[in-house]
């Protein structure tokens, strides 16, 4: 007998209350259903901890490493302001949980109700850049490749700056993938990957930020690849000549052995010329004031003409004339030689007189 025979065939109780069937959606109305969706979506940054993360500042110098410049920061920020659903209180509190000092002693006496652009005035006139947009430009046309600086990573370090300028009013923020992209070929020295990507032909129609990071992290896998197979098949090269080059160098023992003998020899020959030349000059020094002294000393008595003078009239010393002298003015010493020369010239005229 089928289940569905049996059910009719038992009696039925006539006294008992007919049950009431309701369907699903009659528990969980869809109306119902839309209310909770939109209230949860729409607080769900109040529940979810990741979303409400805001990395900390504190505006001390240099920045440490766990902290965020007050650029980045400022960014959070106006991300958070965008969120209508967020009151003025809640956006405080984030602003004041994400500050440490000495940032956090700027505002700390705000009231909590106080006006979030309020508080950021105060924020921007301690921490904010002051520069004019036309010299951040400035400053952003004159920023090159640094040494050991990836192309990607150099325009990764352009578009930050190129972002600040853009936030000061120094260019138009339709402008900002022209200006990128010129900035990039005139301060990138990888001239390979400039002309594979060809990037000059494009500066009347250049790509978006994203497109031209994506091109050139492209290129440099490329090349980073290119170079490691290269390195491996060098590599490989080498170890296969490095017998042959081992044979070269057994055959050549010897001679490098006896070039290496006549080397040592002739280093003690010329270490024995040095010590003769310098014993040779040390003998010329000691004796050259001496006949020096013997070329500017006067004449003895003895000689046949008078006495002449033989120092400088400017300072007295021996071997040079007043012309071409260079030293200082010593008259006590010109005189002390003059009256020298007196005495030796009226000897010789005493010698000179004929006798009575």
Not at 75 to 90: C, E, H, M, R, V
Not at 320 to 328: A, E, I, T, Y
Request: hydrophobic residues 30%; proline residues 6%.
């Amino acid at each position: 007998m089928r289940p569905n025979q049996k059910r009719q065939a038992e009696p039925t109780n006539l006294g008992a209350k007919p049950k009431i069937s309701l369907a699903h959606a009659d528990f969980n109305p869809p109306d119902v259903q839309r209310v909770v969706v939109e209230h949860v979506v729409h607080h769900s940054s109040l529940t979810d901890p990741g979303l409400s993360h805001i990395r900390s500042f504190s505006g001390r110098t240099p920045k440490p490493a766990n902290e965020s410049d007050y650029e980045s920061w400022r960014t959070q920020i106006n991300l958070l302001l965008a969120d209508k659903n967020l009151s003025t209180l809640t956006v405080n509190r984030r602003i004041m949980e994400s500050l440490l000092i000495p940032a956090a002693e700027l505002v700390k006496g705000l009231e909590p109700d106080t006006s979030p652009a309020v508080l950021l005035r105060v924020l921007d006139a301690a921490f904010g850049t002051m520069q004019d947009g036309e010299e951040l430009f400035t400053q952003f046309l004159n920023t090159l490749q640094n040494p050991g600086e990836g192309p990607s990573n150099y325009l990764q370090r352009l578009q930050r700056k190129l972002t600040v300028v853009v936030k000061r009013g120094g260019v138009l923020a339709a402008e900002t993938d022209k200006h990128l992209l010129r900035q990039f070929v005139s301060g990138c020295w990888d001239n390979d990957i400039i002309t594979k990507l060809r990037l000059d032909q494009q500066k009347a129609t250049p790509p978006a930020f994203a497109e031209l990071l994506l091109l050139i992290r492209t290129e440099e896998d490329r090349q980073q690849m290119k170079e490691t197979l290269m390195q491996k098949h060098i590599g490989s090269s080498s170890a296969k000549q490095r017998p042959s080059l081992q044979s070269q160098y057994a055959c050549s023992c010897e001679s490098t052995c006896s070039s290496r003998a006549e080397l040592k020899e002739l280093k003690k020959q010329m270490q024995q010329l040095q010590n003769q030349m310098s014993v040779f000059f040390s003998e010329h020094r000691s004796s050259a004031p001496k006949s020096a002294k013997r070329q500017t000393e006067p004449r003895s008595s003895q000689s046949g003409t008078k006495p002449r003078p033989w120092y400088c009239f400017n300072c007295g010393e021996d071997g040079h004339v007043s012309s071409s002298c260079k030293n200082v003015a010593n008259p006590n010493l010109v005189d002390q030689k003059r009256k020298q020369l007196r005495n030796q010239q009226k000897a010789w005229n005493n010698q000179k007189m004929p006798l009575n």
